[in-house]
């Protein structure tokens, strides 16, 4: 068993003497010890002091030189760090603070009634202000205002670095602590070497610069418009799970743009067209799909086009080159567009770059109007592709006319030369008689020339009534007429011709046949001729018989109809 004992010795007795210094008086007594334990912590203190000071060397020439001390130490206790913190802030000349919501709540816990007398030193000159960068929310809205109407400046920005920390114009104060609700700090980097006090200052510029000035900030949370949030993700597979979020988040109005055909195989594969049905079907969500034809998706098109015509509508566009980003557009609130990195991958990560995420109204509402005009576009390239195939059909229309009317020009020309040739050959034959003919030949050739006449005018009335058909401008004379009497008076008008071809005409009408009509008189005798006309044109002749039948009968649009047949 060890022994152990106190008593007087010439070591002890220095040990205390050095303790006791400041006196004269030499020491009552001294405490000596073998005991492990007790060596080990005196030890440990001792190493600790000896740790912490300064080389004698160092502290003389810096006293003769008249130079400061610097040092950059790391403080662990909660209430070191308060004082420590004071001290760089009161003997500040210029104060500059980078702190979290709760190192806002932190440093008026401990410091704001020195920062006061700060402010009043900088309204009489003697110091250049504070400033503080923090994230304002609705939480530290009031602890802002409470600030700046002391005389502090502030400035918004939304991602913080990761460490908080007041620099001065001779010192730095940093903590990786978040100090949530104003809890203590348990940890501070503490330096006044010239490195670290330009580095931190030089931070803080640089978000200073950037920030927003806190009294537009704390508007926007009073009006409810908190400022926009805009955020580039370099991560395809954040940006799918954001993508999937956005689409079931929505509670009006969703608008996507693909831009090729396979960007929108790959996100029916990951499942959005799904959860586009789902938000039509469920929450009665207006869904628009602007996207290139192609037949690997024509089918997917038109079920989603029979399915659900009213909530989902889908126009294609033409696939461009130029076109590299899918678009998505969320109740005009929110915007996600994902730029194509390589369209030939078969999955969403592996074929999507980077993406940019918004709620910013502005920037929502600009591509918004893209998308509106786009899809304008491509009703507006829908009339126009329908007029050049309306135009396409008129000209094939145009060229058939010009062909029929060529043909007509033809056929009248020979229908004209019909009569006029017997016409001239007759008068011709009474010029060389000079009038020595006899009665019956005379009456015969004035029988053929007014045959011939009467011909000529009803193929020149006919050309007459083509163009005014053609011209829109024919005129009908309407009243009721018996359809019986005005075949009969066609048959009666061409009877010569009848004559000449040795054809009968059979039209044998019957009581129950009697037929009144509303039309034009001429037109109708007309119509009748021309088909009486045609049918003995192509009869052989010679006792040959065509006849002429009527006949009331229901249409398709079911209406009674008065058919002649001949």
């Avoid at 043909?407 to 006029?420: D, Q």
């Avoid at 192509?538 to 039948?549: A, D, L, N, W, Y």
Wanted: hydrophobic content about 35%.
């Amino acid at each position: 068993m060890m022994e152990s004992h106190i008593e007087s010795t010439a070591k002890a007795t220095t040990a205390t003497t050095a303790t006791t210094a400041s006196t004269t008086a030499l020491p009552s007594h001294a405490v000596y010890s073998n005991v492990k334990e007790d060596i080990q912590q005196h030890q440990y203190l001792f190493n600790t002091l000896w740790n912490k000071g300064t080389p004698a060397e160092q502290k003389i020439r810096e006293i003769e030189e008249g130079t400061a001390h610097y040092e950059t130490k790391i403080l662990d206790n909660p209430e070191e760090i308060v004082r420590e913190i004071g001290r760089l802030t009161a003997s500040s000349n210029e104060l500059s603070n980078c702190l979290t919501p709760g190192g806002m709540q932190y440093s008026y816990n401990h410091f704001f009634e020195i920062k006061k007398k700060l402010l009043d030193k900088q309204k009489k000159g003697g110091h250049k202000g504070i400033r503080y960068i923090s994230n304002i929310n609705k939480d530290n809205a009031k602890l802002a205002r409470i600030f700046l109407d002391a005389g502090i400046e502030i400035r918004h920005i939304k991602n913080l670095p990761p460490m908080s920390f007041s620099v001065s114009d001779k010192e730095i104060a940093a903590t990786i602590e978040k100090m949530e609700g104003g809890k203590m700090v348990q940890s501070l980097l503490l330096s006044n070497e010239a490195p670290y006090v330009g580095h931190f200052y030089s931070i803080f510029e640089e978000l200073w610069n950037n920030g927003i000035d806190a009294s537009d900030r704390l508007s926007d949370i009073n009006e409810g418009a908190d400022l926009a949030d805009i955020e580039v993700i370099q991560s395809s597979s954040r940006a799918r799970v954001l993508y999937l979020d956005l689409v079931r988040s929505a509670k009006e109005e969703l608008l996507l743009v693909f831009a090729t055909t396979g960007a929108f195989t790959r996100q029916k594969k990951m499942g959005v067209i799904e959860l586009c049905i789902e938000a039509a079907k469920d929450r009665n969500v207006k869904v628009r799909i602007l996207m290139p034809a192609h037949e690997s998706s024509e089918q997917t098109v038109e079920n989603l086009r029979q399915n659900y015509p009213e909530q989902i509508n889908i126009r294609y566009i033409e696939q461009t080159s130029g076109t590299k980003a899918t678009i998505l557009l969320v109740d005009r609130r929110f915007s996600l567009v994902m730029e194509l990195r390589d369209d030939s991958r078969g999955t969403f990560d592996e074929a999507i770059g980077l993406s940019t995420y918004s709620n910013s109204r502005s920037g929502v509402l600009s591509y918004v109007s893209i998308f509106e005009n786009l899809w304008i576009q491509t009703e507006l390239y829908a009339q126009v592709k329908q007029a050049n195939e309306q135009l396409a059909s008129a000209n094939e229309r145009l060229k058939l006319h010009d062909k029929m009317q060529q043909e007509f020009i033809n056929v009248a020309a020979h229908e004209l030369r019909t009569p006029v040739q017997p016409i001239l050959s007759i008068v011709g034959f009474l010029r060389s008689t000079k009038g020595h003919i006899d009665k019956d030949r005379l009456d015969n050739s004035i029988d053929l020339i007014d045959r011939n006449a009467k011909r000529l005018k009803r193929l020149t009335e006919d050309l007459l009534d083509a163009t005014k058909i053609e011209s829109q401008s024919l005129r009908l004379n309407k009243e009721v007429l018996n359809l019986g009497e005005l075949i009969s008076s066609a048959i009666q008008e061409i009877k010569n011709q009848i004559e000449d071809r040795s054809v009968q005409v059979l039209y044998e009408p019957k009581m129950e046949d009697i037929i009144f009509l509303e039309a034009d008189r001429h037109r109708v005798v007309q119509v009748v001729i021309n088909l009486l006309s045609n049918a003995i044109k192509f009869t052989k002749g010679h006792g040959e018989t065509v006849s002429i039948s009527t006949e009331k009968k229901k249409g398709d649009d079911g209406d009674n109809r008065e058919v002649v047949r001949v």
